[in-house]
């Protein structure tokens, strides 16, 4: 059954709550759920229900094509004048021998590792110290670009550019115009946590507002700028908080339409000052997945960071509203894996990426970071699969 037959059939099923049908019929009609309706998801939901309305989208906007990228992080430092109590990377300041705070040079030199390699995208981010400032980044944005044009520089979040730009008393946008001449492209989505102040203010009170964030992304659509967006869910918020989350994002995007993809990051309680707090299951990572695909019908992509989630529920989520399941990443992000996720080494070549979508049925693209395509992989055949010989199995009586 396609997808539009099974959400036909759901619809039809006599004994549907009532709210949920009508959301469904909204689904099929392309029709925008309101707030309320998102808070329904997550209470009465179940996943059969909302896999099936989350792949309808998924398949109307983008069928079977399934997103990588060949890329590699570069992680400037993981010491951090803030203090949040997710956090299980940061040192502070006060314990920075325990840390690392690269410089210029230093940076360079992972961008050569890559010279010759068929990379597209360098993404930069981690902890703010006062050393890594406006001419800092200035300086290894030129030389990044200088070096290598075709690398596209997806650099940094409202958490270090507040800071930044507050420091060399530049506004947002002139700060930002600044960067983009110095050769910045596009910024991640990181450090958007939860925006509700209730929680905030628990989990990441020193850092910028929800309002700080939010602007920081209006000015980069302004200058042209795409940008994603993240949502730190599973910790102590709840649903209303999820939703109230996806709504300002989704409120942004009418504005600008310059966010490209939504990145759902699950709480993870390894070695952090809220280890207290249990994870969620992966059926309730499913469930968001699916909600976030529901609700956020503004936002073309929602990627499932399978560095963070593991590669089995990054498969999963594809039948749940996921599109995109990031890059290569050759073992260069400590993020994850320092907060406990089950990848503590993150890396992936393109015939591992490439398979784990075709296993469950989806067509791989390999995409730039603005996703234009740069390889269709549904017939490629690698070398090793040619070289492959099949054997009979001997009949047995
Ligand atoms: S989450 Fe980011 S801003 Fe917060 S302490 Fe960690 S590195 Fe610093």
């Not at 325990?98 to 961008?111: A, F, K, L, Q």
């Not at 996921?322 to 996720?341: E, F, H, P, R």
Request: charged letters at 30%; a negative charge; glycine letters at 6%.
């Amino acid at each position: 059954m396609n997808a539009e037959k099974k959400l036909t059939f759901l619809i039809n099923n006599p004994t549907m709550h009532v709210d949920l049908k009508r959301i469904a019929e909204k689904v099929l009609a392309e029709e925008r759920i309101t707030f309320d309706e998102g808070v329904l998801l997550y209470e009465k939901g179940d996943l059969n229900y909302l896999g099936v309305l989350a792949n309808y989208i998924r398949e109307k906007k983008h069928g079977h094509y399934t997103y990588f990228n060949r890329n590699f992080h570069i992680e400037p430092t993981n010491v951090c004048v803030y203090d949040c109590k997710f956090c299980s990377y940061s040192r502070m300041i006060k314990q920075r021998e325990e840390g690392w705070e690269m410089d210029v040079d230093g940076m360079m030199d992972i961008v050569k590792k890559y010279d010759n390699e068929p990379v597209t995208e360098v993404h930069i981010t981690g902890g703010v110290v006062p050393k890594q400032n406006l001419d800092f980044y200035a300086e290894f944005f030129k030389r990044c670009k200088a070096h290598r044009p075709d690398l596209h520089i997806k650099g940094l979040t409202p958490v270090e550019y507040y800071y930044i730009f507050k420091k060399a008393k530049l506004s947002h946008y002139d700060g930002l115009k600044y960067l983009k001449e110095c050769g910045l492209d596009s910024m991640p989505g990181g450090g958007a946590e939860i925006f509700h102040p209730e929680i905030r203010e628990q989990i990441a009170h020193d850092k910028c507002t929800a309002e700080q964030w939010l602007d920081i992304h209006e000015q980069a659509h302004k200058l042209g700028m795409h940008t994603n967006a993240t949502m730190l869910y599973g910790h102590i918020e709840q649903f209303w908080h999820r939703v109230d989350h996806m709504e300002r994002l989704r409120q942004l995007q009418d504005k600008t339409g310059g966010f490209q993809t939504f990145i759902p990051l699950k709480f993870r309680n390894k070695d952090n000052q809220m280890a207290h707090v249990p994870e969620v299951s992966v059926i309730e990572d499913l469930r968001n997945y699916a909600i976030a695909r529901i609700y956020m019908d503004n936002f073309p992509h929602i990627k499932a960071y399978w560095a963070m989630i593991s590669r089995d529920t990054a498969q999963l989520s594809l039948a749940y509203g996921v599109n995109d399941i990031d890059g290569t990443l050759d073992d260069t992000t400590k993020i994850y894996s320092m907060a406990g996720a089950e990848e503590q080494n993150p890396a992936m070549t393109t015939q591992e990426l490439v398979e784990l979508i075709r296993h469950v049925g989806r067509h791989p693209i390999e995409r730039d970071t603005l996703y234009n395509v740069i390889t269709d992989y549904k017939d490629v055949i690698f070398e090793e699969d040619k070289a492959k010989k099949y054997y009979a199995l001997p009949v047995v009586n």
